[in-house]
């Protein structure tokens, strides 16, 4: 099992520019997660979808912020125009309805953004 | 709108020592989870707290949950340096997790 796969690892841009984060899950998860976490507000859940459908995504900052899950085996999460305030480790998880009440939600490495 | 509050915030511990991290939580959830984060990397699972009265432990960690007291409880036993990390506590109904600030931990020989 490879785990959450995230990329890119690291993502550094200027002011104004179109960012995408991107995320595959874990093969069978049907629940999948975009957290952001900076050292103010810790870890913080921006959206999340079920079976590729966004449930809630009440945590997303502004309209700045759009996610999409067009499969099972991927999502984006793209920030356009990205500002400095948006600097932060972006996190996806996946999880599985199944064992949900007993499975941990699995997360991936993350991607480390830096806007200039 | 549900607070979780984690203490202490930080920790520096001698190897071999005791200590507890504490997770209080304002509302009522039906789960509560402990995650571990080493710098830099993603976050590990290390328990999940279903029912009140709930123990679990695993190695030297043992996480126990008190549903009335709205508490859980990650206690340390004779702490070791491969320990130290960033322990979160993450409570929520269903998929709604609300994370706390996390407890950085740091264990010195």
């Known amino acids: 099992d490879a785990g959450v796969i995230q990329s890119p690892r690291h993502e550094v841009t200027e002011m104004g520019q179109e960012v995408t984060l991107r995320c595959k899950p874990i093969?069978?998860?049907?629940?999948l997660f975009w957290y952001r976490q900076t050292m103010m507000r810790g870890l913080e859940l921006l959206i999340y979808?079920?079976?590729?459908?966004?449930?809630?995504d009440s945590g997303m900052p502004e309209d700045r912020f759009s996610a999409k899950m067009p499969n099972a085996s991927f999502s984006t999460l793209k920030i356009q125009p990205s500002e400095p305030r948006d600097s932060a480790v972006y996190f996806c998880?996946?999880?599985?309805?199944?064992?949900?009440?007993?499975?941990?939600?699995?997360f991936g490495n993350g991607t480390r953004l830096t806007v200039t | 709108e549900l607070k979780v509050e984690q203490n202490p915030l930080f920790l520096s511990m001698q190897e071999g020592k005791n200590y507890t991290i504490y997770c209080n939580y304002s509302?009522?959830?039906?789960?509560l989870y402990w995650y571990r984060q080493d710098p830099g990397k993603s976050l590990e699972s290390l328990f999940v707290?279903?029912?009140?009265?709930a123990v679990k432990q695993e190695g030297r960690l043992m996480a126990s949950l008190d549903t009335k007291a709205r508490l859980s409880t990650l206690h340390i036993t004779a702490a070791v340096h491969d320990l130290s990390a960033t322990y979160f506590c993450?409570?929520?109904?269903?998929?709604?997790?609300?994370f706390g600030k996390g407890t950085k931990l740091s264990v010195i020989p």
């Open positions: 998880a996946s999880s599985s309805r199944d064992r949900l009440y007993n499975s941990p939600l699995h």
């Open positions: 093969s069978g998860h049907d629940y």
């Open positions: 979808f079920n079976n590729n459908v966004p449930i809630d």
């Open positions: 509302t009522t959830s039906d789960r």
């Open positions: 707290l279903l029912s009140n009265g």
């Open positions: 993450a409570v929520g109904w269903s998929y709604q997790l609300t």
